[in-house]
């Protein structure tokens, strides 16, 4: 599957630990989380990109851009 805008990705990050939660829509509201090497491979992938938290680490895919999270010390 490709991360899209009928199938966007994005990470939720846990407030009490810090731990990231990658999920892909896969159809209508079914979400799916993606496995951590899965999200390590993207984060390998990414580019940092300001944005309006700061540096963030950025994936595009099909013309869309999705932020995997912000760059620690920014």
């Given at each position: 599957?490709?991360?899209?805008?009928?199938?966007?990705?994005?990470?939720?990050?846990?407030?009490?630990?810090?731990?990231?939660?990658?999920?892909?829509?896969?159809?209508?509201?079914?979400?799916?989380?993606?496995?951590?090497?899965?999200?390590?491979?993207?984060?390998?992938?990414?580019?940092?990109?300001?944005?309006p938290?700061g540096?963030?680490l950025?994936?595009?895919?099909?013309?869309?851009?999705?932020?995997?999270?912000?760059?620690?010390g920014?």
């Amino acid at each position: 599957m490709v991360a899209d805008a009928a199938h966007p990705l994005w990470v939720v990050v846990n407030p009490a630990t810090g731990e990231p939660a990658p999920y892909l829509r896969v159809r209508g509201r079914l979400d799916g989380l993606l496995t951590r090497a899965l999200y390590y491979r993207l984060v390998d992938a990414a580019q940092p990109e300001t944005g309006p938290s700061g540096t963030e680490l950025v994936v595009y895919s099909a013309g869309e851009r999705f932020v995997l999270g912000s760059v620690a010390g920014d």
